[in-house]
Structure formats: structure tokens, C-alpha cells
């Protein structure tokens, strides 16, 4: 079985792990891999601060709660996401409103924002879906223009560009997932960048019991949202090669796109002019008549591993409670939900590899 994505650790990333083990790092209250991780990611975004944290869902989490907005607050999210975008605003006491994507780019509409933002919206999420870098100038003006905060849900996006600068330097704060199949990792993990000094502040606090002076005396309600020394030590190993993966990555994608290019019945995601995509996974769109399932299984047959696209929040069960049944419809995002999919995009994918998944495919779809 090709796999959708398996990581690549090396005897560098491991050795660097053995390291902080044996310097005692196993708790995330002190030692310097963690120090040394975040400095070194901050400089790579080019942000002032980064804040490691336990996931890319608990970045997400901290990031809401660091703004401190009001309970019943609205904050507008990408419609087509993984349910961690969500789950950090209900988490915080705050309505989720999902935001239709775009056909081409496959991320949020920037087009259909303005027509959701009510007296109640304090902020908008917007996901870089798949590496690929939305238009952050048309959301920062609207942003600008209405008075409400941006985050960037930039888990899949590491080294990603918008017109130059990288994402997760675009915003007020940028979340970063570092599990397993990004593209860098720690096993479990995320980090938070910044460059508001009293957010950087408040995540800080926030991520470790809000703890202050005298110590065991707490006036905010803070979490346990702490990275582990070995863990910051893997991170930090990866990060150091992780422009060899954006280059592979982006090579992965231009053999399947060569390939695949001609082929009826299939759609890539538009990247915008100007843009760099990390192109985290390789996605596709069916638009042929065949079901995503028969195209899966059939896949599957030929030993090919496959990963669906995310369902969108407009029709997540556990969110039902937030949406009236004829309002915030999201056709375009229930569209990528029946016929999107990644194809496998390993570091490590040979070119045989993709040759022969593009040679499946085109019989499948004939």
C-alpha cells in the first residue's frame, strides 16, 4: 500500500531527541530546546515572538482565548476545514460562522465575508488550506474596515507565501500544527507566532496555568497547553531541513499535475498569482460522474491510499446547535466534501511511485 503521507525522521532528528532526554527535557517547564525552538521559528516567519504549544488545536484554542472577546462573540471560519478551527471558537464561549470556499482556490471566499459580519463578529479564522496561501489583503481590509481581529489557521502552511512575506506573519497570530504528517513535526505538537507583544504575553501565560506570583496563587483560569523539551528538540531538528521538503513537496505536486493535467474528470487547486504554495498534500477535485467512493475503493484495490477532504462546519453534527436550518449554506465547501481528496504526497514518493498512481488513475476514470 502507498501511503497518503508517512514521516520522515532522520538519525539527526533522532540523535536530537536523545539529546534533550538525556539533558532531562521531559516536561515542558524548562530547559532550552523549547527556547531555542521558538526564537529559530519566529526568525523563519520573521514574526517577533512564537509560543510552543501541545497541538495545532490547542494553538488555535489560545490564540481565541489570548483576545479575550466576549461571550457569544461571532467569529467567522473557513467552511471547509478540520473541526480544530471549530472547536477553538465554541471552546471559548464564542459562534462559529462558516464562510463558503472558493471553487478555484479551494479556501475561503473572500467575497462572501462582508455579507456575514454582524455587530457581533470580533474576529475571522482563515485557513490556508492545503499549503496554499489565501488573499490576505482583501482580509485584512475587510478586517480593517469592520474593526475585527485575523488569525491564520496555518497548520498545513509552514514556508508558505503571500506575496513574499510567509504566512503566519500576516495576521495578528498565526497557529501552526506540527503532527505527524505536516510538514514539519514533533510528533504531537503546534507553535504560535506573533509580533503583538501583549498577545505573546497572554498565550504565554495562558499556555502554562496561568501561572504567576506567589505561584500556586492563580487569578485567570489558564491551561495546560505545554510542549515537551524533546519534543521542541525533533521540531527543531526538522525545521533546519525544511526547505529540502517544501522543494520536494512542490516537485511532488508539478509530476502528479504533469501527469494528471490532461486527464478529464479532475481538477487542482488554483494557486494565486504570486503565491508559494507548500502544497502539504496533493489535492484533487472529481468532476467526472463517478462517486469519490467508487474512485477511493477502487484505488484502495490498486494499493493506493487516499484521504477524504474535510466536511464542512456547515453541516458538522456536533455544531448543528449554531445554525438555523436555511442560513449559512455552504454548496461550494459540500462540494469538496463529496468529491475532493488528497492523493499520497510523502516526502519520500519517488517519481515511480507517482507515475504509476497517475497511470491507475487514468484507467480508473476511463
Known sequence: MIPVFEPIITKKDINSVVKALKAGEISGSFGENIINFEKNFAKYIKSKYAVAVSSGTTALHLAVAACEFPVGSEILISATTNIATALAVTHNNCIPVPVDADLLTWNIDPLLIEKKITKKTKAIIVVHFLGNPVDMVTINKIAKKFKIKVIEDAAEAHGATFRGKKVGNLSLCGCFSLYANKIITSGEGGIITTSDRKIYEKIKLLRNLAFTKPRFKHFIRGYNFRMTGYQAALA?????????????????????????????????????????????????????????KLFVKKLEESKIETRSFFMSMRQQPCLKEYFKRDKNLTPVSNLLWNKGLYLPSSHNLSKNDIVKICSIIKKILK
Open 236 to 292: 527543531n531538528s526538522q525545521l533546519n531541513n525544511i526547505s529540502k521538503v517544501i522543494k520536494k513537496k512542490k516537485n511532488i505536486y508539478n509530476l502528479y499535475k504533469k501527469h494528471l493535467s490532461e486527464v478529464k474528470g479532475i481538477a487542482f487547486q488554483k494557486i494565486l498569482s504570486g503565491n508559494r504554495s507548500v502544497y502539504w498534500m496533493v489535492g484533487i477535485l472529481l468532476l467526472s460522474r463517478m462517486s469519490k
